[in-house]
T-cell receptor
Framework: ETGVTQSPTHLIKTRGQQVTLRCSSQ?????VSWYQQALGQGPQFIFQ???????GRGNFPPRFSGLQFPNYSSELNVNALELDDSALYLC??????????????FGPGTRLTVL | AQKITQTQPGMFVQEKEAVTLDCTYD???????LFWYKQPSSGEMIFLIY??????QNATEGRYSLNFQKARKSANLVISASQLGDSAMYFC???????????FGKGITLSVRP
């Protein structure tokens, strides 16, 4: 069984640029959630996708957007990068809606640095 | 709104001893779930234990147990027989029936001394 993978591992961008982060869900999982974890803080929920549709969004501006593909892999896109976007970005996959309290399996994260 | 509070400063424990990591939560939803995750320096969140709000017994998973006190809205993690590999950040998190997101606390750093 393949676990959750994320790419790239590390990324450095400059203010104003755009970035795409990728997540491959665990085999058989149809739900993916994205979280932003600033240094020294707990993860903050960005949004969730269930069967290719957005299913819940946290307090993040529209320049944070996402996609989920038919194979349940996912992308997180961030436009017009700001310095405060520097963080560890985690994706988590699960089977079914998380509201059913299904365990979420996290990937290793992508460390984004915005200069 | 849901809230998780973890206020302990960095925790230290001697190898093979037990340690308790505190977590309090706040929600108006009667149906919720509580999780503990471990995050080593590599960054990956590792699931440790889960407790449902309607569960009658405290959850246990190997060396991990959850001291669930519903009236006090606390969900403390107890690690028995600490090992050097337990050194990491530990996060308490909650999910409620009203939404589909995990709400995390700020985390606690645990250091296990040989």
């Amino acid at each position: 069984e393949t676990g959750v993978t994320q790419s790239p591992t590390h990324l450095i961008k400059t203010r104003g640029q755009q970035v795409t982060l990728r997540c491959s869900s665990q085999s058989g999982h149809n739900t993916v959630s994205w979280y932003q974890q600033a240094l020294g803080q707990g993860p903050q929920f960005i949004f969730q996708y269930y069967r290719e549709e957005e299913n819940g969004r946290g307090n993040f501006p529209p320049r944070f957007s996402g996609l989920q593909f038919p194979n349940y892999s996912s992308e997180l896109n961030v436009n017009a990068l700001e310095l405060d976007d520097s963080a560890l970005y985690l994706c988590a996959s699960s089977f079914g809606l998380v509201g059913g309290y299904n365990e979420q399996f996290f990937g290793p994260g992508t460390r984004l640095t915005v200069l | 709104a849901q809230k998780i509070t973890q206020t302990q400063p960095g925790m230290f424990v001697q190898e093979k001893e037990a340690v308790t990591l505190d977590c309090t939560y706040d929600t108006s939803d009667p149906s919720y779930g509580l999780f503990w995750y471990k995050q080593p320096s590599s960054g990956e969140m590792i699931f440790l234990i889960y407790q449902g709000s309607y569960d009658q017994q405290n959850a246990t998973e190997g060396r991990y147990s959850l001291n669930f006190q519903k009236a006090r809205k606390s969900a403390n993690l107890v690690i028995s027989a600490s090992q050097l590999g337990d050194s990491a950040m530990y996060f308490c998190a909650m999910i409620t029936g009203a939404n589909s997101k995990l709400t995390f606390g700020k985390g606690i750093t645990l250091s296990v001394r040989p």
